[in-house]
């Protein structure tokens, strides 16, 4: 149950597989990623709502082959320049993309957690996404006749979340924005956790999201693991990080810089820490 | 002759007066954003503001910069799971006024924020969807804010991102879409609102200093002027200020670096 980060990567995730890593701008799995990162992992099919910077780097390390998303900015700030290079440019590698709305993707991960065949919405009125994703149809309500729009559930091979606390028997608690985490967690086959601390009780409100030892796959303790995302009652958002990595992210040759400077030339999620506490520069 | 404030002050207050008291408001990042918590610092305390990322009834002292920021959960009266925000109150029907911007609009008020050029091979891959055509769907009415040049008021979007009036003449009522469109369209010069006939988009105010011809300039297709057009007050000493403080404080916020670990 209880691994280092490394262990839990290296046994867990594989080349080609599906891979949903949740936290919805609120506890990004960051340290995982960039664990995958190092670990050179190749031909995934990435899965978030919001790629935001974790699926950026991992975009352009060249791990993903495909990507499932419903909004992919940089929040606030503009684009996200390495998915931008990959769909336009096909730099480092083509990237197939099957894109929906964010009402949509709730519904297809809520569907995976409930082992039904497709999500169903009132939604995609109007637009060209069908167009561009086969994957979106409709089905008529056999009660009323009207038409609803739907979506094939999502089945992440394997799902990474990144969380507050678990107690010693791999109970997970997370509070604040908790996204589509917990539908993510119960789409998937596999269920990995990166949590700030490890604690005896976790003294939860009995409403509180708790994900129950027994659907965890594995957890690894890392501090500061949704850093420069954040994690409520922890540490706050770097806004900082996200509006210098705007011009880190620009070229392919200052993001491959910082890549194997911060995340291929360090051992772990300390040292991606320790490298950007010693950058005199802009981190 | 510059005027004692900028486009997006001027943008930013005429989106705010749009809201009222204890309405029930979807917000997006950036402009929206700064508006709607400008009008709950004016003329509508009970402003209900609720973000995509869960959160019900924030109450922010600094503009978020992401839409998952702390300070939206840590000030908000409920935070919710994010596949309840979307069917539980956008797809029901509990939201008064959802707030859409674009890189493209046409005369409709359909929408593009996908991409630029062929969507395959882009020229310029935008964001993307997110809540964008569900909130065009199902809010009670949506207001669109975007800066008016021809390059974003096209005759043909590129994509189809988010529906408005679709092919006007009532084509959206006929599609079964709940909530009434884009009812106001605010850019940097003025103020557009749906013709009540054909659903085109008209200009209906304009900003102070701002002449017609220059709206239709910077339009792409033959823009419908209404015959009487008003003149949008400009900020006053009061909103200036309290929209000024909102930003300083979300600057300095954005700006703090946060002190690592080690």
Redesign the interface.
């Known amino acids: 149950m209880f691994l280092t980060l490394h262990d839990a990567i290296a046994q867990h995730v594989e080349d080609g597989q599906s891979l949903a890593m949740e936290g ?3 506890l990004i799995p960051f340290a995982a990623g960039h664990e995958i990162i190092r670990q050179g992992r190749q031909d995934l099919h990435l899965i978030r ?2 790629p935001d910077l974790i699926y950026d780097q991992m975009i352009g390390a060249g791990c993903a082959r495909a990507l499932t ?5 940089n ?3 503009g ?2 320049h390495r ?2 290079d990959a ?2 440019k096909d730099w480092p590698r083509p990237l197939e993309l099957h ?5 949509g993707l ?2 297809a ?2 569907a995976g957690a409930s082992n039904l065949p497709f999500g169903m ?9 069908p167009s ?1 994703n086969p994957q979106i149809r409709r089905v008529t309500c056999p009660y009323t006749g ?2 609803l729009a739907t979506v094939p559930a999502l089945h992440p091979d394997v799902t990474i979340l990144h969380a507050q606390k678990a107690d010693r028997r791999g109970n997970v608690l997370l509070h ?8 993510a967690a119960m789409a998937a086959k596999t269920l990995l956790v990166t949590v700030e601390e490890v604690v005896e009780d976790l003294e939860a409100a009995p409403n509180a ?1 708790i994900l129950p030892h027994w659907v965890v796959t594995a957890i690894a303790q890392v ?2 693991g949704a ?2 995302s ?1 994690a ?1 009652g922890c ?9 210098a990595w705007d011009e880190i992210a620009r070229e392919r040759g200052t993001f491959t810089a910082w890549l194997d400077r911060h995340v291929r030339g360090t051992q772990d999620h ?1 040292g991606f ?2 490298s ?2 010693h950058t005199v520069e802009a981190p | 002759m510059s005027a004692p404030w900028t486009q997006d002050e001027m943008m930013t207050v005429a989106a705010a007066r749009l809201l009222w008291d204890r309405c029930v408001c979807f917000v997006g ?2 402009l929206p954003s700064a508006a709607a918590n400008l009008a709950r610092q004016t003329h509508a305390p009970g402003l209900v503001l609720i973000y ?4 019900l009834e924030s109450k922010p002292t600094v503009l ?7 300070e ?3 000030t908000a009266t409920s ?1 919710i ?3 309840e925000i ?2 539980y109150w ?2 029901s029907g509990r939201i008064d006024v959802g707030f859409l911007g674009a890189a493209q609009i046409d005369r409709f008020g ?1 929408l593009n924020s ?1 991409a630029i050029g062929n ?16 909130i ?3 809010a009670h009415q949506t207001f669109v804010v975007l800066k008016q040049s021809a390059r974003a008021f096209v005759p043909l979007l590129d ?5 408005g009036f ?1 092919d006007g003449h009532g084509s ?1 009522a006929r ?4 909530g009434r469109g884009p009812q106001v369209v605010i850019t940097d010069l003025g103020v557009l609102k749906p013709a009540t006939d054909t659903e085109e988009l008209e200009l209906v105010s304009l900003f102070e200093g701002i002449s017609a011809d220059q709206v239709r300039q910077a339009t792409g297709w033959k823009l419908r002027v209404a015959e009487q057009l008003d003149i949008v007050a400009p900020p006053s000493t009061d909103e200036l200020q309290i929209l000024r403080d909102l930003h300083a404080r979300t600057r300095a ?6 002190a ?3």
């Open positions: 919805f701008t609120h709502m919001t998303f419903s909004w992919g900015g929040p606030g700030v684009s996200l998915l931008r769909v336009e894109e929906h709305s964010h009402a709730a519904v991960y809520t919405l009132r939604g995609y009125l109007g637009t060209d996404l561009v009207e038409e604040g924005i908790v996204g589509a985490g917990k539908e999201v501090p500061w850093y420069p954040y409520q540490y706050e958002r770097d806004n900082a990080f996200y509006l300390e820490l320790r950007l506490a | 990042i950036g995509e990322s869960g959160t978020p910069l992401s839409i998952g920021d702390g939206l959960a840590a935070v799971p994010l596949p979307f069917a956008l797809q359909n996908t969507y395959q091979r882009p020229k310029t891959r935008l964001p993307g969807a997110g809540g964008a055509p569900e065009a769907t199902h994509f189809c991102t988010s529906a679709m959206r599609s079964g879409a709940p916020a954005h700006e703090r670096p946060i690592l670990p080690f």
